[in-house]
């Protein structure tokens, strides 16, 4: 995931200020060194490391340590807060009005521009919009057939035809007025690098349309090289904002960290995995958050709200504390929880949850398989009475799944240590003692 080596970083440079009484010149220099070298490494460009380490020197040097405000406190609230101002402070939305929208994707060849496009879809469409998405990548077959393939995929309207694309987006343009579309997202072609051609393409589109977005994808792996891209699209095509690409993968983060200050765009959107629901609206602040390992409860709770619904939630939660908890309420749980993301990514939108290392993921992932795999080969009675199982069944659910009887007991001695943790929480709910421990829940 990007950032979690930067963020590692700051976390052992906060955990060496514990302990200090104050600030000062001594312990912030030892301090303000290694965030240098932490910023630096992760490809921020050299302007920004210097005056974020500036600022951070400029407030904290001197500051009294309030009352249960430790040093290390402090310096946590001042690195946040010059990292929103880096980030951008304030979050930008999408400026769409009343009537037809229209948004141009732009960048290099490989940024995600065309699953961006479907991303950014099912997000309108989430909001009540209809969504129209035009391909006028026609150098590339295989991209429009891409984009067909998306815009089934997420139900929004296409529009493809062969001629040249400074033709094309006015009727594509037409074509959605004429369908009643609210937003019309072009995507456009690309190249390996910047040339002559390209720019004049998009400057041509951009003239005869004139959208109201035009957003660059920005590889988050690719460091301070985006910094450059961004600046030579903006002077073609005065750029509205940024959305940050493949944010999932193992970037260093130096994108994200140097794009708004040395350029003045906005980041709006953060992709940050393949499926089509994997984009965020960019929250400084909530970056901020996640970059120095303090979670994101809020985008934890956006996240929730969309995969899960409430009431079948609350339904879910009764059954549970009644007792009524069984095989299928634990599959539809655990496909809920799938739905949120992965394993890995939710735990570092938690407050203070422990990094899970990729081993720990791997095999959390796997063992989700396995109870899916088992408890798909049972029958609809056996999920609901597993109690009723007997070798002979045991046996043939095993073979159902490809596995053996010890996987299925272990699934069923899972779900009995599970029920056993509902019917203690609540006994400890109703005595209204403390919850103490779960008995063999998660061993």
């Given at each position: 995931m990007a950032f979690e080596s930067l963020s590692d970083r700051f976390q052992r440079v906060f955990k060496k200020l514990r302990g200090q009484t104050r600030l000062t010149?001594?312990?912030?220099?030892?301090?303000?060194?290694?965030?240098?070298v932490a910023l630096l490494e992760a490809d921020v460009n050299f302007k920004v490391v210097k005056s974020f380490v500036s600022d951070i020197k400029e407030k904290a040097v001197g500051q009294d340590?309030?009352?249960?405000?430790?040093?290390?406190?402090m310096v946590v609230k001042i690195v946040h807060d010059e990292m929103c101002n880096l980030l951008g402070e304030d979050q930008s939305d999408l400026k769409l009005h009343n009537g037809l929208s229209i948004i141009m994707l732009v960048?290099?060849?490989?940024?995600g521009k065309t699953t961006t496009a479907g991303k950014l879809s099912k997000l309108l469409m989430k909001r009540g919009k209809k969504v129209m998405l035009a391909a006028l990548d026609v150098y590339r077959p295989a991209a429009i057939d891409q984009l067909r393939t998306i815009a089934t995929e997420v139900g929004a309207d296409f529009f493809s035809k062969p001629g040249k694309p400074s033709e094309l987006c006015l009727q594509a343009r037409d074509?959605?007025?004429?369908?009643?579309?609210?937003?019309?997202?072009?995507?456009?072609?690309?190249r390996l690098q910047i040339d002559e051609a390209l720019m004049q393409e998009l400057q041509d589109i951009n003239h005869a349309v004139h959208p109201d977005e035009v957003l660059l994808l920005?590889?988050?792996?690719?460091?301070?090289?985006?910094?450059?891209?961004?600046?030579?699209?903006?002077?073609?095509?005065?750029?509205?904002?940024?959305?940050?690409?493949?944010?999932?993968?193992?970037?260093?983060?130096?994108?994200?960290?140097?794009?708004?200050?040395?350029?003045?765009?906005?980041?709006?959107?953060?992709?940050?995995?393949?499926?089509?629901?994997?984009?965020?609206?960019?929250h400084p602040d909530r970056m901020a958050?996640?970059?120095?390992?303090?979670?994101?409860?809020?985008?934890?709770?956006?996240?929730?709200?969309?995969?899960?619904?409430?009431?079948?939630?609350?339904?879910?939660?009764?059954?549970?504390?009644?007792?009524?908890?069984t095989l299928e309420d634990m599959l539809r749980q655990m496909k809920m929880v799938k739905r949120l993301g992965s394993?890995?990514?939710?735990?570092?939108?938690?407050?203070?949850?422990?990094?899970?290392?990729?081993?720990?993921?791997?095999?959390?992932?796997?063992?989700?398989?396995?109870?899916?795999?088992?408890?798909?080969s049972m029958t609809p009675y056996e999920r609901r009475h597993p109690e009723t199982l007997r070798f002979s069944h045991k046996n043939r659910i095993a073979k159902g799944c490809g596995l053996d009887n010890g996987a299925v007991n272990k699934v069923l001695r899972k779900f009995?240590?599970?029920?056993?943790?509902?019917?203690?929480?609540?006994?400890?709910?109703?005595?209204?003692?403390?919850?103490?421990?779960?008995?063999?829940?998660?061993?």
């Open positions: 010149e001594s312990n912030m220099d030892e301090m303000l060194k290694e965030i240098r340590v309030y009352d249960k405000v430790n040093p290390s406190q960048g290099l060849q490989g940024t074509e959605a007025l004429a369908k009643g579309e609210d937003v019309l997202i072009i995507d456009t072609a690309g920005v590889d988050a792996a690719s460091g301070q090289d985006a910094v450059n891209v961004a600046k030579a699209f903006n002077s073609s095509l005065h750029l509205t904002g940024v959305v940050l690409s493949k944010l999932d993968g193992d970037a260093k983060g130096g994108a994200a960290l140097s794009i708004k200050y040395l350029t003045g765009l906005p980041i709006k959107f953060a992709a940050t995995g393949e499926k089509m629901d994997d984009i965020e609206q960019f958050d996640r970059i120095l390992g303090m979670g994101d409860i809020v985008t934890l709770v956006e996240k929730a709200k969309d995969a899960i619904d409430e009431k079948t939630a609350e339904k879910e939660a009764k059954k549970m504390m009644d007792g009524e908890f394993l890995g990514s939710i735990a570092k939108l938690i407050p203070g949850m422990p990094k899970l290392t990729d081993e720990q993921k791997a095999t959390a992932e796997k063992e989700m398989k396995i109870f899916e795999s088992v408890i798909n009995d240590q599970s029920k056993l943790a509902m019917k203690q929480l609540k006994q400890y709910a109703k005595s209204g003692k403390g919850m103490g421990g779960f008995g063999g829940f998660g061993r």
